[in-house]
């Protein structure tokens, strides 16, 4: 069992940086690919990046390519979303996620555990 629990959301103007943090309770963890995930007003729940446990593979959406960098440290059973050069249509709330399996999903069908999700607004 895993527990997300996100925080670092806020209000940015457009350009703007945030960094989103994701502690974990939970032994678990510290083996689980954990992701990243962000739904906008009126849109389904989309992925934007995903990490291994190991840190050693990385997956992104295409529009945040460049401009956001997913990290852990599972030392602190925390893991990050660095938001740079943020843009209105960022807007959303963001949600990380986690699952006990040997590979990393970048579809919500592949994640068991969910945080409550933080609020990122871009304006403009």
């Known amino acids: 069992q895993v527990q997300l629990v996100e925080s670092g959301g806020g209000l940015v103007q457009a350009g703007g940086s945030l960094r989103l943090s994701c502690a974990a309770s939970?032994?678990?963890?510290?083996?689980?690919?954990m992701a990243w995930f962000r739904q906008a007003p009126g849109k389904k729940r989309k992925f934007v990046a995903a990490?291994?446990?190991?840190?050693?593979?990385?997956y992104y959406e295409e529009s945040v390519k460049g401009r956001f960098t997913i990290s852990r440290d599972n030392a602190k059973n925390t893991g990050y979303l660095e938001m740079n050069s943020l843009r209105p249509e960022d807007t959303a709330v963001y949600y990380c996620?986690?699952?006990?399996?040997?590979?990393?999903?970048?579809?919500?069908?592949?994640?068991?555990?969910w945080g409550q999700g933080t609020q990122v607004t871009v304006s403009s």
């Open positions: 990490i291994s446990w190991d840190s050693n593979m990385l």
């Open positions: 996620a986690a699952n006990q399996v040997g590979y990393v999903p970048t579809t919500e069908e592949g994640y068991a555990y």
């Open positions: 939970g032994r678990a963890y510290s083996s689980s690919p």
